[in-house]
């Protein structure tokens, strides 16, 4: 694409950053309009745009109508993850929250680790234009299923048990006896703004490795398309575990030590040894080891952001989709100032590891940050009144 287009690094930066601001700007939006329609609606709702500017993304021809195109499809995608988040604090139990976070994140990674198998075969045989054909016409499917099965609380399904729905209902961080709380009130908590700031270092990592990793691989350290190919696809499977242990952990240490430690520990550790691992990866003169050193950031950056969303839900209950939507918000800022400055940094020094010393130093800042954070802290949440009214017969 960058070829084809000729795009500078600096050019195509600008690409990756407004995706990532429209996303930001509509997040918290996104969010709020889950907690109170359901995430239902708002997942068609996300998949039939994601699939349509997927498809026209296939048909651009310069640099403006690329930047407005992925623009209008940053708007459409915002919402993804707190919608997710919502249906996890409606459909799992407190104590089994850490394993759900954990299959959200797989789904992500299991995509993002197959998605080079299919796309660079396509790109290479077709042209950069044909996989967003392809990939756009699985979200149609997707929208398909959803409708017909998916619903957004346990008590609207049909095929689950009455005792069931009834242990899932006590014991998750939803409760239909806590009122909605409006978003500008969710903004004056300390506890919020500590979780926005650790998030908007958090995304910087993110970004690079979904976004700027294939093009330092291949401009930076000269790996072939097929090379680059099987270290992203290795990257995500290693993603993938590191989010089902993050998971299994998080919960285990939720039982033996308590909530506070658990979320922390996993958050800290998992952020502290991305930033570690990413500056040992740009430090390196060997591509093996940059390589693996860039496959062990990621697995423990999965730790990270499995906490990060559990920490929304325990904090937010009824509330978890706007809790999540301004965490996402400043995550997303972070990915459009990293899209940005790597670009920048790569044209103005001429050295593709440069930009890893300051996304190593963002992500080990964000680590530190979870030391504000209390999960152990919700929002205050304030009793519904509900109203009867009795006619009488005279």
Not at 74 to 99: A, C, D, Q
Not at 220 to 241: P, Y
């Amino acid at each position: 694409m960058k070829a084809d287009l000729g795009l500078s690094n600096t050019e195509f930066g600008w690409v990756l950053a407004s995706f990532s601001l429209a996303y930001a700007l509509f997040e918290i939006p996104s969010g709020i309009l889950g907690d109170r329609i359901g995430p239902k609606k708002v997942f068609i709702r996300i998949v039939l745009w994601w699939s349509l500017f997927t498809i026209l993304t296939g048909f651009v021809n310069g640099l403006f109508m690329l930047m407005l195109v992925r623009f209008l499809f940053g708007i459409g995608e915002s919402g993804t993850y707190p919608n997710s988040l919502i249906v996890v604090s409606r459909w799992f139990p407190v104590k089994e929250m850490g394993r759900a976070l954990s299959w959200v994140g797989i789904g992500s990674q299991i995509g993002s680790a197959i998605a080079p198998l299919i796309i660079v075969p396509i790109a290479i045989a077709y042209g950069w234009r044909a996989p967003f054909f392809v990939n756009g016409m699985i979200g149609f499917l997707w929208v398909a299923i959803c409708y017909r099965w998916f619903q957004n609380f346990p008590s609207e399904m049909k095929k689950i048990t009455t005792s069931e729905k009834i242990f899932i209902e006590e014991n998750c961080r939803h409760s239909s006896h806590h009122s909605q709380m409006h978003w500008t009130a969710i903004l004056k908590h300390r506890n919020v703004w500590a979780l926005m700031a650790m998030y908007f270092c958090n995304q910087w990592a993110n970004y690079f490795f979904v976004a700027w990793m294939p093009v330092y691989l291949q401009e930076g350290r000269h790996f072939s398309e097929n090379d680059m190919k099987m270290i992203t696809f290795t990257l995500f499977v290693a993603g993938f575990s590191g989010l089902l242990i993050g998971g299994f952990v998080s919960d285990w240490l939720l039982k033996r030590k308590s909530l506070t430690f658990g979320r922390r520990f996993m958050g800290l550790v998992g952020m502290g040894l991305c930033g570690v691992f990413i500056l040992l990866a740009g430090i390196s003169s060997n591509n093996i080891v940059t390589a693996a050193c860039l496959i062990l950031a990621n697995t423990f950056f999965s730790f990270g952001v499995m906490s990060s969303y559990a920490v929304c839900a325990d904090i937010g209950r009824n509330n978890a989709g706007t809790v999540t939507g301004a965490m996402n918000f400043c995550g997303q800022m972070g990915a459009f100032f990293l899209a940005i400055l790597f670009g920048k940094m790569v044209d103005v020094s001429g050295n593709f590891n440069a930009p890893l010393y300051l996304l190593a130093a963002v992500s080990l800042t964000g680590a530190l940050l979870w030391l504000a954070i209390n999960p152990a802290k919700p929002l205050p949440h304030e009793e519904k009144i509900i109203e009867t009214k009795v006619s009488l017969n005279l």
